[in-house]
């Protein structure tokens, strides 16, 4: 992996209510170490699911992901189905990019 992550769980919470995205759930993690895709994602891991579809329950409802960002009017339902900390935002993709340019830590470069 090119670079680290290590965010507390409240430290995700945090960075959601400053965006006035709402939460459901709590993570059962110390920290989250990755991003993954929605079908790779661990425990450890934040991940988004765009979709609001049946393809979109699909994969929420076998998630491994400690967070995922989704669309609010799934979240409550999708939190129901995997009970994995959820946060609520209009463009989840665009969501979780916010994320990693806050939180991404690249590699110091070798001298």
């Known amino acids: 992996m ?4 290590n965010v507390t769980p409240a430290r995700l919470e945090e960075f959601a209510h400053e965006r006035g995205f709402q ?3 709590s993570a059962a993690v110390d920290a989250f170490h990755g991003i993954e895709p929605i079908d790779a994602a661990g425990a450890n891991d ?3 699911c765009r979709f609001d579809d049946e393809r979109g329950a699909n994969w929420l409802r076998r998630i491994s992901a400690g967070a995922v960002f989704v669309l609010p009017h799934v979240a409550e339902q999708a939190f129901a189905w995997r009970p ?3 946060i609520a935002c209009e463009i989840p993709r665009m ?3 916010e994320f990693l340019i806050q939180f991404w830590q690249a590699p110091s470069s070798p001298r």
């Open 2 to 5: 090119i670079g680290t992550l």
């Open 23 to 25: 939460t459901f759930g």
């Open 46 to 48: 934040v991940t988004f």
């Open 84 to 86: 994995a900390f959820c």
């Open 95 to 97: 969501a979780l990019a």
